[in-house]
């Protein structure tokens, strides 16, 4: 067994995951982790729900397959450029039902809920680009700037975190404030938290240890 193999196998067993939760169908979604300069990447055409460790393609930090018998997913640029930019261990790429309904409709998914706050509030819509390429890679990253999540146009929905179970944690958490508001917004106008709110969340998971809201905790 060689030191590649966890690193795959905790990428197959996450894409299983998701596939599990209804966050990503068929081939549509992609899962990466980091291990210093390899990489372990859902391949292209990849079921997600049949998904094992020998089918995961391993690629170096410039994209180039190392280990694998298909090469890695078409969103490539996507993962890397979220890995290069703001040095996250894992990135999740998934079409969640609700936040891809929203991302029809919301330029930005407010800050309803005080768990959002590690998405860094308020939760971008990057705007549509065509799949696959640089021009979306590039416009998600932006949307990215000083959160976890975004949404993605017509699309679906992107998180990334320090390793592969916080990235896809927080894409839970997404698909769940993402429901959160559909249901509110059929009743009225969802409230949003302001930023002084968000700054008492924060000051509170400092003094409780809470991991999950204090990497984006300022």
Not at 117 to 143: C, H, I, K, N, S
């Amino acid at each position: 067994m060689t030191l590649s193999d966890p690193l795959r196998e905790q990428v197959a067993a996450a894409s299983r995951e998701l596939a599990a939760a209804g966050l990503v169908r068929a081939t549509n979604g992609n899962v990466c982790a980091r291990d210093g300069d390899r990489i372990a990447i859902t391949p292209t055409g990849g079921e997600l729900a049949r998904l094992h460790a020998a089918d995961i393609a391993l690629i170096d930090a410039d994209g180039e397959l190392l280990e694998g018998e298909c090469g890695p997913t078409s969103e490539l640029a996507l993962h890397l450029g979220v890995l290069e930019r703001f040095g996250a261990g894992a990135v999740v790429h998934t079409h969640p039902p609700i936040g891809t309904a929203l991302s029809l409709v919301l330029g930005e998914l407010p800050c309803i809920h005080y768990e959002m706050v590690a998405l860094g509030g308020a939760v971008r819509v990057a705007p549509y680009r065509t799949f696959g390429t640089q021009e979306l890679a590039d416009a998600v990253v932006e949307a990215l700037e000083d959160r976890t999540a975004a949404l993605m146009a017509n699309h679906g929905a992107i998180t990334f975190g320090d390793d592969l179970g916080q990235a896809v944690e927080r894409a839970h958490l997404l698909e769940a404030m993402c429901e959160l508001y559909w249901r509110a917004a059929a009743l009225g106008e969802p409230r949003a938290l302001s930023a002084d709110d968000l700054d008492a969340v924060r000051a509170q998971a400092r003094a409780k240890a809470y991991r999950s809201m204090l990497d984006m905790s300022g």
